[in-house]
Every structure is written in structure tokens, then in C-alpha cells.
């Protein structure tokens, strides 16, 4: 019997893109180390995939519903919309991608993410990709540890296995309203 215990997370990566109209869609990849291919063999029998992936949704929806999310100091709530089970070329390397949703009311000017969670001791390694639009400039990051900021726009967000996480991130950045045409005289 194959056993799920047997099975070990080895590397995170995120992808958060940010809309003007305030859609936060983030983008979340498990490999894993599977030695005895589970979730290989899931694949072959519809049930057991399906009931598979609702568990990882649930428990995924779970750790989102304990997390504090706010976007301009108002809580907003993350729903997983989606998930994908893959390989990375060998049966022992699966991949998980989860596809989660939220919303928060952006304005001109400065701008606030703000994440509480339960602090922790990383097992595995990742690196977290926020993306926003050219109209938008990320301003300040908390903590300041393990970023690069690309083009004003773009943050890159890395941690590493046994590093504590204290449970608490904020990124702060400006949108910056559309340039207005001068009428021309006629």
C-alpha cells in the first residue's frame, strides 16, 4: 500500500500577480519527493484523484481561513478556485499547483497588503513572485529580508529550509493615476 506519509515537500514557488480593479491571483507550486509514485498511481483511478485533490483543496482552504489577509486594513478572504496534479518528469517528482482568489478595494495613491499567519520553521525552500501592473510601485517591504524588488514593480520574495518566518508580512506600494490628454485648442 502506498502511503502519503512517505511523501516530502522539497521546494514552494508562488506567483502573485496584482489587477488595477484589486483581483489578487495567486499561483502556488509543491514539488514534492514521492518514492512510492502515490500520486502517480491516483492518477489512474478517477475516485481516488478526486478525492485526493478535494482533501488538498480543503486543507489548503483551511490554512487560508487561520491566515488574516488585509488589503487596505479590510480582511479579505482567499478561496482556492482551482488545483493540478503533475509530474516533473519522474514519477517520484509530483507537483501541486493551486490557483487561489481575492479581492480587495485598491485606490489612487498608497496601498497596503498585509498578511498574518502562524509562524513557523520552513520546511522546504521558496521563492515568491508578486507582480504588479506598470502603474503601480511597490514603496516599502516587512520584513526586508530575502527580497529584490524588479523594476519598481516586481517583488522577489525567497526563503530557505530552517529559517523561521515570523508570521507577518506587509507590502506597501502607490498607483499612480493615469496621466489625463490636454485638449488641444482648436
Known sequence: ????????????????????????TQIIVFDYYDPEHYYLSIL????????????LIDNMQGFLNEEEILINGIQVQPVVVAINLEHRGEPENPIITFIINFKGALKYGMNTFENHYEPEILDYDYTVYWIFPPNMKIVKVEPEYNIDILNNNILIISGHKGEKVDGFERIMFKINKPRTKKKLPI
Do not use: A, W
Open 44 to 55: 489512474e483511478d478517477e475516485d481516488k484523484y478526486e478525492d485526493e485533490m478535494q482533501r
Open 1 to 24: 500500500m502506498k502511503n502519503l506519509k512517505n511523501i516530502t515537500p522539497i521546494y514552494g514557488q508562488g506567483f502573485f500577480t496584482v489587477s488595477n480593479d484589486g483581483l489578487f
